[in-house]
């Protein structure tokens, strides 16, 4: 994994095209994305970990949204409490019109569309109680990239409000990266056949640059985090956050 120097990834553009014709995949609340292990649980403990930090929850960015799905979790843990607003940024239309139609429909009233890269988004400082980024940090590429990006989670993070992740990770160690991509790999062939492992990695190997569990929580700390903490991880996936100081 990532052989592909971060100057030839896909464009935002391409990473955009991609998933405009991939929204039917997205829009599973069950079973979440098939090439993501334990997909299903990752979304039901971010959304927990959510509600049980910051409260109330008045205000929700759902970060790379997709189809909606871990904010119309999050709106069935907090049992449809009144004031919940929601903003929901991807870089597709099509996924935009998909979780917009999908959470009016479970009965959210007031929610935002935002199609841009989070990155250029023109977002209220110290405005959100709770952030979601589910299955999108991995997009980001240099240091100074995931730094940047991080500070401007933290900057629109409210006083006392959390940030929840769920992601693709690498590994510090050679060896352990090696291990566990060979079972990442197993799982895939497993799931479905070889030809689907092989088609898996080579859009993860095109798009993807991600990070270390560490990594990620290092920089939440260094951006300001007061306190980050681990939720799950299994093989190349994992689930933690962080939360802002009131």
């Known amino acids: 994994m990532n052989n592909t120097p971060l100057s030839q990834k896909s464009s935002v553009d391409d990473i955009r095209a991609r998933f405009d014709q991939d929204v039917e995949r997205f829009s599973n609340l069950q079973t979440g994305q098939s090439a993501t292990i334990d997909a299903p649980l990752?979304?039901?403990?971010?959304?927990?970990?959510?509600?049980?930090?910051?409260?109330?929850?008045?205000?929700?960015?759902?970060?790379?949204?997709?189809?909606?799905?871990?904010?119309?979790?999050?709106?069935?843990?907090?049992?449809?409490?009144?004031g919940f607003a929601v903003n929901l940024i991807d870089l597709s239309g099509p996924m935009l019109a998909r979780a917009e139609e999908r959470l009016r429909q479970a009965g959210v009233t007031e929610l935002r569309t935002i199609q841009s890269d989070f990155r250029e988004a023109d977002?209220?400082?110290?405005?959100?109680?709770?952030?979601?980024?589910?299955?999108?940090?991995?997009?980001?590429?240099?240091?100074?990239?995931?730094?940047?990006a991080f500070e401007k989670l933290y900057a629109v993070t409210a006083p006392g409000g959390s940030v929840w992740i769920t992601d693709l990770v690498a590994h510090d160690l050679p060896a352990i990266q090696a291990l566990l991509w060979t079972r990442y790999g197993d799982y895939l062939a497993e799931f479905k056949d070889e030809a689907y492992r092989d088609q898996v990695f080579a859009y993860i190997e095109q798009?993807?640059?991600?990070r270390s569990v560490q990594f990620h929580?290092?920089?939440?700390?260094?951006?300001?985090?007061?306190?980050?903490?681990?939720?799950?991880?299994?093989?190349?996936?994992?689930?933690?956050?962080?939360?802002?100081?009131?």
Request: charged letters at 25%; proline letters at 4%.
């Open 217 to 246: 929580l290092d920089l939440m700390r260094e951006v300001g985090f007061a306190q980050v903490d681990i939720l799950h991880k299994h093989s190349c996936f994992a689930a933690f956050g962080a939360v802002k100081a009131g």
């Open 42 to 82: 990752a979304m039901e403990l971010i959304t927990q970990a959510a509600h049980a930090a910051s409260k109330p929850i008045r205000r929700v960015l759902d970060l790379g949204c997709g189809a909606g799905n871990n904010t119309l979790k999050l709106w069935d843990e907090v049992g449809g409490a009144p």
């Open 123 to 148: 977002l209220e400082p110290e405005s959100y109680d709770v952030i979601i980024a589910a299955a999108v940090l991995h997009h980001l590429r240099d240091d100074a990239d995931w730094r940047a």
């Open 207 to 210: 798009e993807d640059s991600p």
